[in-house]
Each structure stands twice: as structure tokens, then as C-alpha cells.
């Protein structure tokens, strides 16, 4: 391949990237695994004949997703021995430049982990990124008929977990910032007016870091916890932590006493907190420190 073809070829892939990276994103819930597949696309494409390729995005695409079906066997094995909770690895939406389209929201990733791999592969292909059932169906080497019951299989269970409620950013930013001062300094009574009474925390340490082994539920049971590490910590803020949006949800940046990154984000409903996700494993938040 000549130096112009080539760097014709990389110029088409980076226009094509950020569709390509939301597809491995939401298929792997990691940000590191999402990169690494997209440079193993990249090469498999400079190994093409690119003139023969007549669409070039639903050829990477359909690249990508058989990538990432390769990436969910072994994945969902180590996801069997993870230790603790799993979290997917947290993405910084708050640029309006870098902001992934659709929905990277934890939930809807946890939604999509409960999915078979090619459950998931047909419902973001068909139902996120607007691919028709034939589309579909050639990306994954099955019938139309065959990917239909899959997309329609994946919807019932995405749809019973996604989020309903919107919050305005306003309000958003003042709980999270009100919730961590609160539970960084112990202010129970503070917390109890911030968080509903069927409240659900899950954290992530992945074993490398101090974390909850089980979700925790019920507003009691997540404030003893509070007001524990709030006594173990001393009770006062991190000396440096900041306000963001991860995964479309408002959430704070920390760094911790140990001096490794933690993210936490909330669900808001009715004005309440409904859901803390705590990830701590420093595999999934090194990236964010940069942004800290």
C-alpha cells in the first residue's frame, strides 16, 4: 500500500472512530478494552483492499462487533472470578466535543452485561445505532430472523433497568456535591434528607482496592456504612476532588487517602439519591486522574 492510500485509509478510520469506539464501549463496558480493540481494527483495515470496501462504516462495524464477540468470551470469564461487584470502567462525558452519543449510562451497561454477547451485539447494532435487522444479521453472520428475536429478547430486559427520571444539571451538581460532603464528613442528618429509603450503593474495588463485596440497599444500612468510613477517614474531604459527569451521570472525583483515584456516581430520582456507584478499582479510574 503507497504512503497517500495509507494515510487516505487512517483519514477515513478517524472519521469513522468515535461511532466505532461507542460500539466497543458499550459492548465491553471498559475504556482501555474499547481501545485496544479499535487499534486491532485499525490494523486489520490497513491489511484491506479499501477500494473494494463500498461501505466503509458497516464494514468496520461489523469488524468491531466481531472483535468485541471474541473480547466477551474471555471477558465474561474473568468477570466470573472478579472479585466483588462489577462496575464498568467509568467515561468522562462532560466535553461536549469527546461526549459518546446515546446512552453509556452504568445502568444500561449493567443492563447489557446481563445480556448474552450476541444479544447485546444485535440490540446496540439495531436499537442504539439505528441498524436495520439485515444490517444486523450480516454484521453477525446470522438471519434476520435470528437477530429480530435477539434485538426483541435484549429490549425486554434493557428496558426494565434503564432510568426514567431526568434531573435538571443544576440540581444534580447540588446533591452529588451535598452527598459527598455529607458522607465524606459523617453529616447523617444531612444524609438521610439526600437519600431515598430504598436506596441501592454499589462499589467496585475488583479486589486492588477497599470495597463493598455486595450491593448494599436501604437507606440505614448505607448510612452505618457512611458514618464508618466517615469515623476510619477522619471525617473531612480529600485534599483534592472535583465535580463531573461519568457515563451521562453526575458524579465526584477523588483522591483518596490511599492515593488512588475513586469515582462516584449517582442516580437522582423524585430529588433523591437512588443509586451510589463507588468503582475504586485503580484499573478502571487511573485514566481520570489526568482530568482530577
Excluded at 4 to 32: C, E, H, W
Aim: charged residues 25%; neutral net charge.
Amino acid at each position: 500500500m503507497s504512503h497517500q492510500a495509507q494515510d487516505t485509509g487512517t483519514d477515513t478510520f478517524l472519521l469513522v472512530r468515535p461511532r466505532l469506539f461507542a460500539v466497543a464501549y458499550r459492548m465491553l463496558g471498559s475504556v482501555a478494552d474499547a481501545e485496544d480493540i479499535l487499534q486491532e481494527a485499525y490494523l486489520r483495515w490497513q491489511s484491506v483492499s479499501q477500494d473494494d470496501v463500498r461501505d466503509v462504516t458497516g464494514y468496520l462495524v461489523r469488524v468491531v462487533t466481531r472483535l468485541c464477540l471474541d473480547q466477551l468470551k474471555s471477558a465474561r470469564v474473568k468477570r466470573e472470578t472478579y472479585t466483588g461487584a462489577w462496575l464498568p470502567e467509568p467515561l468522562l462525558t462532560e466535553d461536549p466535543t469527546e461526549r459518546i452519543d446515546h446512552d453509556v449510562s452504568v445502568a444500561l451497561l449493567l443492563a447489557l452485561e446481563r445480556l448474552t454477547p450476541l444479544e447485546r451485539a444485535a440490540f446496540l447494532l439495531h436499537d442504539v445505532f439505528g441498524d436495520s435487522h439485515e444490517e444486523v444479521a450480516n454484521a453477525l453472520d446470522r438471519s434476520p430472523s435470528a437477530c429480530r428475536q435477539l434485538v426483541s429478547r435484549a429490549r425486554r430486559h434493557v428496558q426494565t433497568e434503564r432510568p426514567r427520571s431526568h434531573v435538571a444539571p443544576e440540581e444534580s451538581r447540588a446533591l452529588t456535591e451535598a452527598f459527598f460532603r455529607a458522607s465524606k464528613t459523617g453529616d447523617m442528618a444531612a444524609l438521610t434528607q439526600l437519600l431515598a429509603q430504598d436506596v441501592e450503593l454499589v462499589s467496585d474495588g475488583g479486589g486492588k482496592a477497599t470495597a463493598a463485596l455486595n450491593p448494599i440497599y436501604g437507606r440505614d444500612k448505607v448510612m452505618r456504612l457512611a458514618e464508618g468510613l466517615a469515623r476510619k477517614s477522619g471525617a473531612h474531604l480529600p485534599p483534592r476532588w472535583r465535580f463531573a459527569m461519568l457515563n451521562g451521570l453526575p458524579a465526584i472525583l477523588s483522591l483518596e487517602p490511599e492515593g488512588l483515584v475513586q469515582a462516584t456516581a449517582l442516580e437522582i430520582r423524585n430529588g433523591q439519591i437512588a443509586k451510589v456507584y463507588v468503582i475504586r478499582n485503580p484499573e478502571k479510574t487511573a485514566h481520570l486522574a489526568k482530568v482530577l
